[in-house]
């Protein structure tokens, strides 16, 4: 692959500006620039690996882990033998994130020889990225000989080979001697909560009930997922009890989640006080445990405090309401739909929960209400309504699908990308006749014409896949140009509709690219040097983050020009996940939305997603944009995986944000 010639205007720039590769430094130097532009510049990169320089070395390593490319292998293993530890441990960091098993042998042998505990971290860490079942079981006798932290680092990489489907039961018995260990725990917990299954959490349920005493909240909340998979009664005991009254809200949310695999008819007096229980997290997570088990012949015990939390504007937040208008409608149908509409208000976002109420109801008396929805002036409104509507629908005749179809195809031209998402879903229901929808196939097709990447990438994809669910040959000439389509992602997605529809296999004719839409300029990387912090001021209290350009350069320096351009001020988080993230930076607030341009996904061993990390929010590798997301707890499962570009430790800010709330303003600090 070239380098792109803007690479060449933006290190010649640098130059002869007479830039010091110091600070602002060494954050942006040539590796770094190759590594963004995801090049080797016909081996330029790899020319580094042989650099006097450790620090070239190191940062080449490094840019080789995040282009990902399994012919450098071969240029990285010699590393692994490196003088320098830093670069022996970023040579492993690569071969993980490369992910090739035939740096699995490697990994082993430089472990055995390896006397520095960060590199043979890190070795142990590779492998579970990349590492075979042989690996694993080898990996699991060394370990044996291991203290401390490096049993910590075992027991995240059987977690890691977990991921990847690779269990044994020589790692799994290794990993549960490690619960007693107070050093230890935490990691070991996790490790089983991703590989144990249920005849081993019935077999240990006696450790498992003593570690779910552990002072430590990360141990008993991933144990508690663990008893999950058992539906002894001591264990449901022991996750009713947690879920009531566990002081730390992340446990009882994952011990109501764990509930979820119990009949409900165990569990429902339980269930019903944690809808009014003081910790938002929890109540919401009850709900959505209730809206997959309950049943219509269980629901009147709780029809009562439903209604009453739906009626209870004073006492209960919108959320909950919407989620008691849900689960009402789902389990009552035709019969909540006036309780329901009586509470039809303003407030945008509970009246789009409210109207996925009335699409839980499939029932037809509540179409005329949809039907008012679609002319609302807001995004999100429509948008539920468009959904609502087609839930009722997809159980109806072909003259209701008809004139749904009819009336839903006018709003592309709204020219929203929120509204236009809901109606290409809607277009690609199976459930929704093909026939019918076959009729609009042109005019599907003339809206998917005016469309354009890097802009419209979702979308277009999304209609990619309607012309194949109607397998409609005049949709071909289409899907062959987005074959050649710039954004490699479209491309894609036509190669594998064309491969369905003609038998033909076109990935031949992807047209390699290096048109990118570059969100700086030169002189902009310097702002990544003034500033080391923002506060983030929401609905909730202020969010201090703290900045980590070492690990994600090119990240922070997105998003302080997007702080600059006061992009984010107003918005919503629109996405939050108990226990686990909560997420804003979308301009839609549906989380398709964005700056119109994509970024480059920057990981490093040194950025983990520990508990307060500021990631940011991806669709696959390299399509970052403005979203940005902040953990509830450790997340390692997103190592690697996610650009970490900050931290910050203002928890108690962070847990008590909800979907809805607003991000005030941002301000960086010097």
């Not at 119990?262 to 997570?285: F, K, R």
């Not at 072909?398 to 009819?406: A, D, E, L, P, T």
């Not at 994809?461 to 194949?468: E, P, R, S, Y």
């Not at 369905?500 to 702002?527: C, H, Q």
């Amino acid at each position: 692959m070239k380098l792109p010639i803007r690479f060449f205007h933006l290190f010649l720039l640098l130059t002869c500006a007479g830039y010091s590769f110091r600070a602002s430094s060494q954050t942006f130097d040539e590796i770094s620039f190759l590594q963004d532009s995801r090049s080797l510049a016909n081996g330029k990169l790899i020319g580094f690996l042989s650099s006097s320089k450790e620090s070239d070395r190191a940062r080449a390593c490094s840019a080789l882990a995040n282009i990902q490319d399994s012919t450098t292998l071969p240029y990285i293993l010699p590393l692994l033998k490196d003088s320098s530890s830093i670069v022996r441990r970023n040579a492993a960091f690569a071969l993980g994130q490369i992910g090739d098993a035939a740096a699995g042998p490697f990994l082993l042998d430089r472990l055995a020889n390896e006397s520095n505990d960060g590199c043979r971290s890190e070795c142990i860490d590779a492998l579970g990225k990349c590492g075979t079942i042989a690996d694993l079981d080898k990996l699991v006798l060394l370990a044996h000989s291991f203290s401390g932290d490096l049993c910590n680092s075992v027991a995240l990489s059987v977690a890691r080979f977990a991921i990847r489907k690779i269990r044994d039961s020589l790692a799994t018995d290794y990993v549960s001697g490690l619960l007693s260990n107070e050093q230890c725990a935490s990691y070991a917990a996790y490790a089983l909560m991703r590989c144990a299954d249920s005849s081993f959490v019935q077999s240990h349920l006696r450790d498992e009930a003593t570690a779910m005493e552990n002072r430590s909240p990360e141990v008993r909340m991933w144990v508690a997922t663990l008893l999950g998979s058992a539906r002894d009664s001591t264990a449901i005991a022991i996750l009713i009890r947690h879920a009531l009254k566990d002081p730390d809200w992340r446990v009882q949310v994952n011990s109501v989640r764990a509930l979820r695999n119990v009949p409900i008819q165990q569990t429902l007096s339980s269930l019903i006080p944690l809808l009014s229980d003081s910790n938002e997290h929890v109540a919401l997570t009850a709900f959505s445990v209730l809206r997959i088990a309950v049943h219509a012949d269980m629901i009147d015990s709780l029809t009562t405090p439903l209604q009453r939390i739906l009626q209870g504007q004073r006492d209960y937040s919108w959320r909950r309401r919407g989620e008691a208008a849900v689960l009402l409608a789902k389990n009552l149908g035709e019969r909540s739909i006036s309780g329901i509409v009586a509470q039809l208000g303003p407030s945008p976002l509970f009246r789009a929960k409210l109207i996925e109420a009335l699409g839980e109801t499939k029932s037809p008396e509540a179409v005329p209400t949809l039907i008012k929805e679609l002319s609302d002036p807001d995004r999100q409104i429509v948008s539920a309504a468009v959904a609502a509507y087609c839930s009722i629908v997809e159980d109806q005749d072909s003259v209701s699908q008809q004139k749904f179809c009819g009336q839903i195809l006018p709003l592309l031209g709204r020219r929203d990308m929120t509204i236009s998402f809901s109606v290409a879903d809607a277009f690609g229901d199976t459930l929704i006749r093909k026939s019918i929808r076959s009729q609009y196939l042109n005019q599907l097709l003339a809206y998917y014409g005016t469309l354009s990447t890097p802009d419209d990438v979702e979308l277009m994809t999304d209609l990619i896949d309607v012309f194949f669910s109607l397998k409609a040959e005049s949709a071909i000439p289409a899907l062959q140009q987005a074959v050649r389509d710039s954004d490699r992602t479209v491309a894609l997605e036509a190669v594998k509709a064309l491969a369905e529809m003609t038998g033909k296999d076109y990935i031949n004719e992807i047209v390699p690219s290096s048109r990118r839409k570059i969100f700086y300029r030169i002189e902009d990387t310097a702002l990544v040097g003034r500033y080391h912090s923002a506060l983030i001021s929401t609905t909730e209290g202020t969010i201090r983050v703290h900045f980590r350009p070492d690990a994600a350069p090119f990240t922070v320096l997105n998003f302080i020009l997007l702080v600059r351009r006061h992009f984010y001020d107003g918005l919503t988080f629109h996405r939050v996940v108990p226990n686990f993230v909560i997420q804003g930076g979308d301009p839609l607030g549906t989380g398709f939305g964005g700056p119109g341009y994509a970024i480059r996904t920057e990981v490093s061993p040194d950025a983990l997603f520990t508990e307060g990390a500021v990631g940011m929010a991806s669709a696959g590798k390299d399509t970052e944009g403005s979203q940005f997301f902040i953990t509830h707890c450790p997340t390692p499962h997103l190592d690697g995986r996610y650009t970490v570009f900050g931290y910050t430790d203002d928890m108690n800010v962070v847990d008590k944000v909800q979907i809805g709330d607003h991000i005030l303003a941002i301000e960086l600090e010097r």
